[in-house]
């Protein structure tokens, strides 16, 4: 029985889907589980009717007893409710079993299908919604999901179990029962009201907690800086006030969510009271009997707290919608980047061809307009411009983790969108601006992609990163754990796994988002020897935001808002005095090593541009 | 309390801490009378409730059966007095619950507040050994534990057991005999309880830890996805969350089972039947009234709710005791260092000594005999890779570690033998992480002197850090607000504040931290330039990744594993040192074009 207090602190949700829609999916999620769910609700069904059977077999007991029968009919009258008793017991067990076995499976069945679809969606997707929002929907929408069934089925056995009730009642008579289920209505407006109040009581404290929180999380962060600055007495008066106000405000959400149940109750007692003083009325006037009047009474014990669950409903049922929509809208979603044809990729030599390649992040900006650029196999390009002149959409273009709107890509003279993207992605190596680790060991993250490769091929290959010290400097080598996304290895040492995952799997082509986060200068020379050993005889893409990259490149491409202005080596570039001269100053000349603050500027020979522009 | 804290407050109330449940109960009584009350109207409540209304409901069946005229007035006047109890009975209720509410949450505002203050008072060692997530989930999720232990947890288990010990005790009152059924119910009861909790708690336990772990594999190949896909392991990951799931979907159906299975349900079925012809049997044998088993039939099956709500009460209370338990554990850890109030003060010169230092972290050896010394005003670059030492050499100046083996010596007095206060007054740490707080800018700027420092020093201060132009720029300027309410900095700008905050407080001794990313260049000739300014006239241990950084600086120490493996100027270890040349060997020597601009007049933005 689903609590009628539940579900309050759901979010506002637009809905597309229609009801009609959403409902009809959802059964068909249930279908192959037919059998059980018809056995369900055949259970349900009888369970009503033996929760219904107790009241009235005991009411005829007391009536037996007033007009002097024999004691044997009555003991009959209470086998049956023992076995009424039993028996709905027993009804509920299967009952329960069944629907935990059917939703169990849906579940699992509506989940994998989820994370199915999160896994075969492009990047775009994963820009769009935020990691959070995604995990909720494979794991708690379709917990909500199922509840929408189960929900419907309690709904019909209370009901059942109403009307039944309703029913036996006003045939034995129609104006002590309708006394009797006037109280009803009372019961449900104040059942609803509580709830509506709740739910905007509960929304406040749960922003007031978050805020308690976040000032304790404060506290914990800056104690090293209290300290230091000996400012322990005012973050203690600081907090207490804090705390006292969620104090004040969790109070009153207490009180609406504990007051409920005593008025509750109480409602149930005066129709109660209404029954007994009008029934008494009519056995006196020999309208019904005792065991009737009995009867009366039984049925408000039987049906307030039902009558609750009926009275939420509708928004629960609301809620279990919204989340299944939520769900059908994820399998639903168009992929954008699709494939015309899965033709094997057995090998590539990685020459890469953009001819007039026009492309837009979500119609909104275009990036590249007519692009053309070739990179021959084994070249290592670096591609150097301003925040949004188009760098990172070339590499992302060639992995194919974006569709393009017009033009060709080819690799290797083929087109890119005939490729089993399966195949050309394992021909392909990302290394990301800031590299994801798996949890678990460094071993298992460096043979993620390949994950048949031995311990010794891992070992040969973790050497020739940077001469292999990198693994001295870990607690454990090859097996130390690296905790969640990582954090348990320093940023540097996180791109030496990443590199090393990258070199296993011996790719033709690599994309390379250089990170900018700083390292230290030990582990940077390992990086950098690194790249030297990853780079050698593959075709490579740089997004590059390392002086010691640039000038070890074979090309260097200067773009400026999708196009390429300007394109060489360092040397040539920088006396050039153009764009390339200017991003130096910009980016690089600080990290020259004879670097001090305003000084090292190299002559640029254009005009000054407003760097605001274009970015 | 016998433990030892940097910090307390004057008349905080002193709670027994010698075990959870002791530590529950002195919360308990600090609010004797709301205890008092909470009982009295619960019992109260519960009396009129449960027993009053069956009894009378049970007195209103004799009258009518009476069947004669002073039946009908008996029937009023039962009916007023039913209206009487509900009236009440409801405002006892309504008394039970809400106090019982005040008293939850406030035993949660202390024991947050208490934890709070224990927090402040431990040293800086101890925080350093715990994980910020770990004391925060302490801090929110616990206390909730706590919270709901006690609001709904104990009061409805009271309230239960109190159910249970009225309607027996009015049972009694009817009629002794009828005791038999309910008694054995009872009993029958609290086995069945126990026995369906053995049962379905470790299946509950399993089925939300593996919930957890699917949820962790969901999160991760999300947050990874971009290498899923690039190494085209979609396949992998795919198995991953299916055997997680099905591992969740078995136990989800297992705690179905056990749940169907709740036999007090078959008991309350069976004991109100027994009870029916018991009662039944008395009737016929004149020995009790129909009235009686009317009453007495309402009072079996108010029987029926303490058993439903029971089982899910009690893994409240589990969860709240393991919270506390937990709680109890951070409050009691003791800390190592003391104020050390007789100790040595005076204004530092700035010289520091390393004398055949050894420490080590836990069980991890982290620096091996290590020697060095600066003069005041120097700055000594420390380079080495992740977990050579660097910071935990920089801790042990002021005294956030003690060593194990050797001294450290500021101004030839060991550290551990100066003024805490006195030392740490006069050392100012910039970290990596560069905390701020959710103020104003000028409040973070100044939060070293409190209230004490002024507009102008604030000003002064920024200027010289190079945050001065980016504060103006903001709407508020020195006003505005950051943090999470507030506008975000980013990584230069907040440590161009901490900067500023450092240059404020005026230490003798800099411990800075260097390991921003500048995007750009022009941000990284700020934030050189602030950092040069406040490096001006301080002993600094400098800890950089900027190479142009160690090379200017007055001496080098290189570390490795712990050890001393060279120290000097820059030009010297180029010269001996083949490690630190490895450093440099990517950045080929100056060009043509830059050697005619470091000595030519171009030597700013150089536009013709």
Same mark, same amino acid.
Request: proline share 2%; aromatic share 10%; hydrophobic share 45%.
């Given at each position: 029985?689903?609590?009628?207090?539940?579900?309050?602190?759901?979010?506002?949700?637009?809905?597309?889907?229609?009801?009609?829609?959403?409902?009809?999916?959802?059964?068909?999620?249930?279908?192959?589980?037919?059998?059980?769910?018809?056995?369900?609700?055949?259970?349900?069904?009888?369970?009503?009717?033996? !929760?219904?059977?107790?009241?009235?077999?005991?009411?005829?007991?007391?009536?037996?007893?007033?007009?002097?029968?024999?004691?044997?009919?009555?003991?009959?009258?209470?086998?049956?409710?023992? &076995?009424?008793?039993?028996?709905?017991?027993?009804?509920?067990?299967?009952?329960?079993?069944?629907?935990?076995?059917?939703?169990?499976?849906?579940?699992?069945?509506?989940?994998?299908?989820?994370?199915?679809?999160?896994?075969?969606?492009?990047?775009?997707?994963?820009?769009?919604?935020?990691?959070?929002?995604?995990?909720?929907?494979?794991?708690? !929408?379709? !917990?909500?999901?199922?509840?929408?069934?189960?929900?419907?089925?309690?709904?019909?056995?209370?009901?059942?179990?109403?009307?039944?009730?309703?029913?036996?009642?006003?045939?034995?008579?129609?104006?002590?029962?309708?006394?009797?289920?006037?109280?009803?209505?009372?019961?449900?407006?104040? &059942?609803?009201?509580?709830?509506?109040?709740?739910?905007?009581?509960?929304?406040?404290?749960?922003?007031?907690?978050?805020?308690?929180?976040?000032?304790?999380?404060?506290?914990?962060?800056?104690?090293?800086? &209290?300290?230091?600055?000996?400012?322990?007495?005012?973050? *203690?008066?600081?907090?207490?006030?804090?705390?006292?106000?969620?104090?004040?405000?969790?109070?009153?959400?207490? *009180?609406? *969510?504990?007051?409920?149940?005593?008025?509750?109750?109480?409602?149930?007692?005066?129709?109660?009271?209404?029954?007994?003083?009008?029934?008494?009325?009519?056995?006196?006037?020999?309208?019904?009997?005792?065991?009737?009047?009995?009867?009366?009474?039984?049925?408000?014990?039987?049906?307030?707290?039902?009558?609750?669950?009926?009275?939420?409903?509708?928004?629960?049922?609301?809620?279990?919608?919204?989340?299944?929509?939520?769900?059908?809208?994820?399998?639903?979603? /168009?992929?954008?980047?699709?494939?015309?044809?899965?033709?094997?990729?057995?090998?590539?030599?990685?020459?890469?061809?953009?001819? !007039?390649?026009?492309?837009?992040?979500?119609?909104?900006?275009?990036?590249?307009?007519?692009?053309?650029?070739?990179?021959?196999?084994?070249?290592?390009?670096?591609?150097?411009?301003?925040?949004? &002149?188009?760098?990172?959409?070339?590499?992302?273009?060639?992995?194919?983790? *974006? /569709?393009?709107?017009?033009?060709?890509?080819?690799?290797?003279?083929?087109?890119?969108?005939?490729?089993?993207?399966?195949?050309?992605?394992?021909?392909?190596?990302?290394?990301?601006?800031?590299?994801?680790?798996?949890?678990?060991?460094?071993?298992?993250?460096?043979?993620?992609?390949?994950? /048949?490769?031995?311990?010794?091929?891992?070992?040969?290959?973790?050497?020739?990163?940077?001469?292999?010290?990198?693994?001295?400097?870990?607690?454990?080598?090859?097996?130390?754990?690296?905790?969640?996304?990582?954090?348990?290895?320093?940023?540097?040492?996180?791109?030496?796994?990443?590199?090393?995952?990258?070199?296993?799997?011996?790719?033709?082509?690599?994309?390379?988002?250089?990170?900018?986060a700083s390292v230290d200068p030990l582990t940077e020379a390992q990086i950098q020897e690194g790249l030297d050993t990853l780079l050698k005889g593959r075709t490579a893409i740089i997004i590059a935001h390392r002086l010691s990259t640039i000038r070890h490149a074979d090309r260097i491409i200067v773009l400026d808002r999708g196009r390429i202005v300007e394109e060489g080596s360092h040397e040539a570039l920088m006396v050039q005095g153009g764009h390339y001269a200017q991003l130096y100053n910009t980016y690089f000349r600080h990290q020259s090593p004879d670097y001090k603050p305003g000084e090292g500027f190299v002559p640029v020979l254009i005009p000054a541009?407003?760097?605001?522009?274009?970015? | 309390?016998?433990?030892?804290?940097?910090?307390?407050?004057?008349?905080?109330?002193?709670?027994?801490?010698?075990?959870?449940?002791?530590?529950?109960?002195?919360?308990?009584?600090?609010?004797?009378?709301?205890?008092?009350?909470?009982?009295?109207?619960?019992?109260?409540?519960?009396?009129?409730?449960?027993?009053?209304?069956?009894?009378?409901?049970?007195?209103?069946?004799?009258?009518?059966?009476?069947?004669?005229?002073?039946?009908?007035?008996?029937?009023?006047?039962?009916?007023?007095?039913?209206?009487?109890?509900?009236?009440?009975?409801?405002?006892? #209720?309504?008394?039970? =619950?809400?106090?019982?509410?005040?008293?939850?949450?406030?035993?949660?505002?202390?024991?947050?507040?208490?934890?709070?203050?224990? +927090?402040?008072?431990?040293?800086?060692?101890?925080?350093?050994?715990?994980?910020?997530?770990?004391?925060?989930? =302490?801090?929110?999720?616990?206390?909730?534990?706590?919270? #709901?232990?006690?609001?709904?947890?104990?009061?409805?288990?009271?309230?239960?057991?109190?159910?249970?010990?009225?309607?027996?005790?009015?049972?009694?009152?009817?009629?002794?005999?009828?005791?038999?059924?309910?008694?054995?119910?009872?009993?029958?009861?609290?086995?069945?309880?126990?026995?369906?909790?053995?049962?379905?708690?470790?299946?509950?336990?399993?089925?939300?830890?593996?919930?957890?772990?699917?949820?962790?594999?969901?999160?991760?190949?999300?947050?990874?996805?971009?290498?899923?896909?690039?190494?085209?392991?979609?396949?992998?990951?795919?198995?991953?969350?299916?055997?997680?799931?099905?591992?969740?979907?078995?136990?989800?159906?297992?705690?179905?089972?056990?749940?169907?299975?709740?036999?007090?349900?078959?008991?309350?079925?069976?004991?109100?039947?027994?009870?029916?012809?018991?009662?039944?049997?008395?009737?016929?044998?004149?020995?009790?009234?129909?009235?009686?088993?009317?009453?007495?039939?309402?009072?079996?099956?108010?029987?029926?709710?303490?058993?439903?709500?029971?089982?899910?009460?009690?893994?409240?209370?589990?969860?709240?005791?393991?919270?506390?338990?937990?709680?109890?554990?951070?409050?009691?850890?003791?800390?190592?260092? #003391?104020?050390?109030?007789?100790?040595?003060?005076?204004?530092?010169?700035?010289?520091?000594?390393?004398?055949?230092?050894?420490?080590?972290?836990?069980?991890?050896?982290?620096?091996?005999?290590?020697?060095?010394?600066?003069?005041?005003?120097?700055?000594?670059?420390?380079?080495?890779?992740?977990?050579?030492?660097?910071?935990?050499?920089?801790? +042990?100046?002021? =005294?956030?570690?003690?060593?194990?083996?050797?001294?450290?010596? $500021?101004?030839?007095? #060991?550290?551990?033998?100066?003024?805490?206060?006195?030392?740490?007054?006069?050392?100012?740490?910039?970290?990596?992480?560069?905390?701020?707080?959710?103020?104003?800018?000028?409040?973070? $700027?100044?939060?070293?002197?409190?209230?004490?420092?002024?507009?102008?020093?604030?000003?002064?201060?920024?200027?010289?850090?190079?945050?001065?132009?980016?504060?103006?720029?903001?709407?508020?300027?020195?006003?505005?607000?950051?943090?999470?309410?507030?506008?975000?900095?980013?990584?230069?700008?907040?440590?161009?504040?901490?900067?500023?905050?450092?240059?404020?407080?005026?230490?003798?001794?800099?411990?800075?931290?260097?390991?921003?990313?500048?995007?750009?260049?022009?941000?990284?000739?700020?934030?050189?330039?602030?950092?040069?300014?406040?490096?001006?006239?301080?002993?600094?241990?400098?800890?950089?990744?900027?190479?142009?950084?160690?090379?200017?600086?007055?001496?080098?120490?290189?570390?490795?594993?712990?050890?001393? $493996?060279?120290?000097?100027?820059?030009?010297?270890?180029?010269?001996?040192?083949?490690?630190?040349?490895?450093?440099?060997?990517?950045?080929?020597?100056?060009?043509?074009?830059?050697?005619?601009?470091?000595?030519?007049?171009?030597?700013?933005?150089?536009?013709?």
């Amino acid at each position: 029985m689903g609590f009628f207090m539940d579900g309050l602190d759901a979010e506002a949700y637009d809905r597309s889907y229609k009801d009609s829609q959403l409902v009809k999916r959802i059964i068909s999620y249930f279908r192959p589980r037919l059998r059980l769910m018809l056995t369900v609700a055949v259970l349900v069904v009888l369970g009503s009717l033996l !929760d219904a059977a107790f009241p009235i077999l005991i009411a005829r007991s007391i009536d037996m007893l007033q007009s002097a029968r024999a004691f044997q009919i009555a003991l009959l009258l209470v086998a049956f409710i023992l &076995a009424s008793g039993a028996l709905s017991w027993v009804f509920n067990l299967f009952r329960q079993w069944f629907s935990a076995r059917a939703v169990g499976d849906v579940v699992l069945q509506l989940r994998r299908d989820t994370f199915n679809a999160v896994m075969s969606r492009d990047m775009s997707f994963f820009d769009e919604f935020s990691s959070g929002k995604i995990v909720s929907r494979v794991t708690s !929408d379709t !917990d909500k999901f199922a509840t929408v069934v189960t929900l419907t089925l309690n709904l019909l056995s209370q009901i059942l179990l109403f009307f039944l009730i309703a029913g036996i009642l006003l045939v034995r008579n129609w104006h002590l029962a309708l006394l009797a289920l006037s109280i009803m209505p009372a019961i449900v407006l104040v &059942a609803l009201g509580f709830r509506r109040l709740a739910r905007s009581s509960t929304q406040r404290s749960q922003r007031s907690l978050a805020r308690v929180n976040a000032n304790v999380q404060e506290v914990v962060s800056g104690i090293t800086v &209290a300290k230091n600055f000996r400012q322990e007495q005012n973050m *203690y008066d600081e907090f207490k006030k804090v705390n006292e106000q969620s104090y004040h405000v969790n109070l009153r959400a207490g *009180y609406l *969510y504990n007051g409920i149940f005593p008025v509750l109750i109480a409602l149930a007692n005066i129709g109660t009271t209404i029954v007994i003083y009008f029934g008494g009325q009519d056995v006196f006037s020999h309208n019904i009997s005792a065991g009737d009047w009995f009867l009366f009474l039984q049925s408000i014990g039987l049906l307030w707290l039902p009558l609750t669950s009926i009275a939420s409903f509708w928004s629960q049922f609301q809620l279990g919608l919204a989340a299944s929509e939520r769900v059908f809208a994820l399998l639903d979603a /168009e992929p954008r980047v699709r494939q015309i044809d899965k033709q094997p990729v057995t090998h590539l030599s990685g020459k890469i061809d953009f001819r !007039d390649v026009y492309f837009s992040y979500d119609d909104r900006q275009t990036v590249l307009a007519g692009f053309n650029f070739t990179i021959q196999a084994g070249e290592t390009v670096a591609l150097v411009g301003h925040t949004g &002149a188009g760098k990172s959409s070339l590499g992302k273009l060639v992995a194919r983790f *974006y /569709e393009f709107q017009g033009g060709q890509l080819l690799i290797d003279g083929r087109d890119i969108r005939t490729f089993d993207l399966h195949d050309y992605h394992r021909h392909l190596g990302v290394v990301p601006q800031v590299p994801f680790l798996f949890s678990g060991t460094i071993a298992d993250n460096i043979r993620y992609a390949r994950p /048949e490769a031995s311990d010794e091929e891992v070992a040969t290959i973790a050497q020739q990163i940077g001469n292999g010290d990198w693994l001295e400097s870990l607690p454990d080598g090859l097996q130390t754990l690296v905790g969640e996304e990582g954090k348990a290895l320093s940023m540097g040492q996180r791109q030496l796994v990443a590199l090393a995952r990258v070199l296993l799997q011996n790719p033709s082509i690599i994309i390379l988002d250089e990170a900018t986060a700083s390292v230290d200068p030990l582990t940077e020379a390992q990086i950098q020897e690194g790249l030297d050993t990853l780079l050698k005889g593959r075709t490579a893409i740089i997004i590059a935001h390392r002086l010691s990259t640039i000038r070890h490149a074979d090309r260097i491409i200067v773009l400026d808002r999708g196009r390429i202005v300007e394109e060489g080596s360092h040397e040539a570039l920088m006396v050039q005095g153009g764009h390339y001269a200017q991003l130096y100053n910009t980016y690089f000349r600080h990290q020259s090593p004879d670097y001090k603050p305003g000084e090292g500027f190299v002559p640029v020979l254009i005009p000054a541009r407003n760097e605001s522009e274009g970015v | 309390m016998a433990s030892r804290q940097e910090f307390t407050v004057t008349g905080e109330y002193v709670y027994n801490r010698a075990s959870p449940t002791r530590w529950i109960v002195s919360h308990f009584l600090r609010y004797k009378r709301y205890v008092l009350a909470y009982m009295l109207t619960a019992i109260l409540a519960n009396i009129l409730i449960n027993s009053f209304i069956a009894l009378l409901t049970g007195a209103a069946f004799d009258a009518v059966s009476r069947d004669d005229a002073s039946g009908r007035s008996v029937l009023l006047r039962i009916t007023l007095s039913l209206l009487g109890v509900v009236l009440v009975g409801v405002l006892m #209720d309504l008394g039970a =619950r809400l106090s019982s509410e005040i008293m939850g949450k406030r035993i949660a505002r202390d024991a947050r507040n208490e934890l709070y203050l224990s +927090l402040l008072g431990k040293s800086q060692t101890f925080h350093n050994r715990q994980r910020v997530g770990d004391v925060m989930a =302490r801090a929110s999720n616990d206390m909730t534990s706590l919270s #709901d232990m006690i609001v709904p947890g104990f009061d409805i288990i009271f309230d239960s057991f109190l159910s249970i010990v009225v309607v027996v005790t009015s049972i009694a009152f009817l009629n002794v005999q009828l005791l038999l059924a309910p008694l054995l119910f009872v009993v029958a009861f609290l086995f069945a309880l126990r026995r369906y909790s053995r049962k379905l708690n470790p299946v509950s336990d399993a089925m939300r830890a593996q919930f957890g772990t699917t949820n962790a594999v969901l999160n991760e190949a999300v947050a990874g996805i971009e290498v899923v896909k690039a190494t085209a392991q979609e396949a992998q990951e795919q198995r991953k969350f299916g055997e997680n799931a099905m591992r969740y979907r078995d136990y989800f159906v297992k705690s179905g089972q056990i749940q169907g299975r709740y036999l007090p349900t078959l008991l309350v079925a069976f004991a109100l039947a027994g009870a029916f012809l018991h009662a039944l049997f008395l009737v016929t044998q004149h020995q009790i009234s129909i009235g009686t088993l009317v009453a007495y039939m309402g009072l079996m099956t108010i029987l029926r709710y303490p058993t439903y709500i029971s089982i899910w009460t009690f893994s409240l209370v589990q969860l709240g005791t393991a919270g506390a338990e937990r709680i109890l554990k951070l409050m009691k850890e003791e800390t190592e260092l #003391d104020e050390n109030e007789s100790g040595y003060r005076a204004e530092m010169r700035g010289a520091i000594v390393f004398e055949h230092v050894t420490f080590s972290y836990g069980n991890t050896p982290v620096l091996k005999d290590l020697s060095f010394h600066a003069e005041p005003g120097q700055t000594v670059a420390i380079v080495g890779q992740t977990g050579a030492g660097k910071s935990s050499l920089t801790k +042990l100046v002021n =005294r956030i570690y003690d060593v194990d083996a050797g001294s450290v010596r $500021i101004d030839g007095i #060991d550290v551990r033998d100066w003024n805490l206060d006195a030392l740490r007054s006069q050392i100012s740490t910039i970290e990596q992480d560069i905390f701020l707080f959710s103020r104003s800018i000028s409040e973070n $700027i100044a939060y070293g002197l409190g209230q004490k420092a002024d507009e102008a020093a604030i000003k002064q201060a920024a200027q010289d850090a190079q945050a001065h132009k980016f504060i103006q720029g903001f709407k508020d300027g020195y006003e505005t607000v950051i943090g999470e309410r507030g506008v975000t900095l980013s990584g230069g700008q907040r440590q161009r504040i901490a900067i500023a905050r450092a240059l404020l407080t005026d230490p003798r001794f800099l411990i800075l931290d260097d390991s921003t990313s500048a995007i750009d260049s022009a941000t990284e000739d700020e934030i050189q330039q602030a950092i040069r300014r406040v490096l001006q006239g301080r002993t600094t241990l400098l800890i950089t990744h900027r190479i142009s950084q160690i090379r200017w600086a007055d001496k080098i120490l290189f570390l490795r594993k712990g050890e001393l $493996i060279d120290e000097g100027t820059h030009d010297e270890l180029m010269a001996r040192c083949e490690a630190y040349r490895r450093i440099f060997s990517h950045y080929e020597p100056p060009t043509a074009v830059q050697e005619k601009v470091a000595s030519g007049p171009l030597s700013k933005e150089g536009v013709l």
